[in-house]
């Protein structure tokens, strides 16, 4: 079953502008990770943020967890058209019946030039 | 380069056929994954492997079967039992066993459509 839930479904900003992606989900986690995909391509791994951490930064890129709400957000600055494309957040969690990661259904990004 | 290997990008398949799908890595994981991507979805896990030998299902096994001969490759089988086949199929693996800490690696993925 799906856990991580994006919002907004789509999201379309000016180049330069920041986008502020949002997850939410259900059960207590042991790390949440954001992912981007290009049209067509598989998908690539941005940031990996653990349950006890609450903010982690990685170039443009700032990721923050609040447990209690069971919720993070991706901020991308200075956003560029090459940030076009779609982002997943994913969370990893113990006791559940497979060794994976639940993702959700994604936010589509588009950087109008 | 290290990395993960799909093939083919596209295929096409006929009723009450089955097709292999093929998924190689150089990156020396352990962990390696199979997931499904519809139109507009998320990722759902198929099967996964977290060593030799072994394989567990995931979310939605029913109509594949994959094998765990090598390390560096993990072939997902559809079957003709799999109704609604066509999709973006997409492997993956991670260090160590299990993703649950580890960033997952992809493919490029296959796009399987039926004919």
């Known amino acids: 079953s799906q856990q991580g839930e994006e919002d907004p479904q789509a999201l379309s900003i000016q180049e330069g502008e920041n986008a502020t992606m949002n997850c939410s989900y259900k059960t207590s986690i042991n790390n949440l990770q954001w992912y981007r995909q290009n049209s067509g391509r598989g998908l690539v791994h941005l940031i990996l943020i653990r349950s006890n951490e609450r903010e982690k930064h990685s170039g443009r890129l700032r990721v923050t967890l609040d447990t209690s709400k069971k919720s993070s957000s991706l901020l991308i600055t200075a956003s560029r058209a090459a940030d076009t494309a779609s982002y997943f957040c994913a969370t990893g969690y113990s006791g559940g019946g497979a060794d994976g990661l639940t993702f959700g259904k994604g936010t589509h990004l588009i950087i109008q030039p | 380069d290290g990395g993960i290997t799909q093939s083919p990008k596209y295929l096409f398949r006929k009723e009450g056929q089955n097709v292999t799908l093929s998924c190689e890595q150089n990156l020396n994981h352990d962990a390696m994954y199979w997931y499904r991507q519809d139109p507009g979805q998320g990722l759902r896990l198929i099967y996964y492997?977290?060593?030799?030998?072994?394989?567990q299902k995931g979310d939605i096994a029913e109509g594949y079967s994959v094998s765990r001969e090598k390390k560096e490759s993990f072939p997902l089988t559809v079957t003709s039992a799999q109704k609604n086949p066509t999709a973006f199929y997409l492997c993956a693996s991670s260090m160590g066993q299990g993703g649950l800490f580890q960033p997952q690696h992809f493919g490029d993925g296959t796009r399987l459509s039926i004919l």
């Open positions: 492997s977290q060593i030799v030998n072994d394989f």
